[in-house]
């Protein structure tokens, strides 16, 4: 058996304009004080990738327009609606009263193994990222649903947050692939 590799036009892509208009997946993304432009643009790709519906940037996290955030997000940054906030906590807080449950992606005790986690397809979901060293902050963390850790058997034992995210948003989103 042969694979053809697709053409660009043959992939059945929308334009920024439709991605703007259609369903989007009700998860959005919190990055708790991301330092990494590359990450941050990553992020945005991804997000665009998986159809969310918006991306938080708080604290230190840059935001758009940036040319070192267009580099690797390919002009994701253009689709995927964004807000900025100087913290954090009162993000989580509005997304918890708009009825999102949080999670922080985080290794803490009595936190849920990525394997495990099937979230119901019926719910809103809120997932925050943390700083490339320091991680979510404790803050975060107490007023989050709970935290999901990815296994890990290495010396490292992290990944770089554009890799979390997109390791992390496969198993979430896997219920939701037929939808679209």
Not at 37 to 60: E, H, M, P, Q, W
Request: contains cysteine; aromatic residues 8%.
């Amino acid at each position: 058996m042969e694979n053809r590799k697709l053409q660009n036009e043959e992939l059945h892509r929308i334009s920024t304009e439709e991605f703007k208009s259609v369903e989007k997946l009700p998860i959005v993304i919190v990055l708790d004080n991301i330092r990494s432009l590359n990450n941050v643009g990553s992020v945005f790709r991804t997000s665009d990738a998986f159809r969310l519906s918006k991306i938080y940037l708080c604290g230190i996290t840059a935001t758009p327009p940036n040319r070192e955030i267009h580099k690797t997000a390919l002009g994701a940054e253009e689709s995927v609606a964004w807000e900025y906030s100087k913290d954090t906590l009162p993000v989580i807080h509005r997304l918890e009263a708009d009825g999102y449950k949080v999670f922080s992606v985080e290794q803490a005790e009595n936190s849920l193994s990525l394997e495990k986690v099937t979230l119901p397809t019926d719910g809103k979901y809120a997932l925050v990222f943390g700083n490339e060293v320091k991680g979510v902050q404790q803050e975060v963390i107490n007023h989050s649903a709970g935290c999901i850790e990815i296994p890990q058997f290495g010396t490292k034992h992290s990944f770089n947050i554009s890799v979390s995210v997109g390791i992390v948003l496969w198993q979430v989103v896997r219920p939701w692939l037929n939808r679209f």
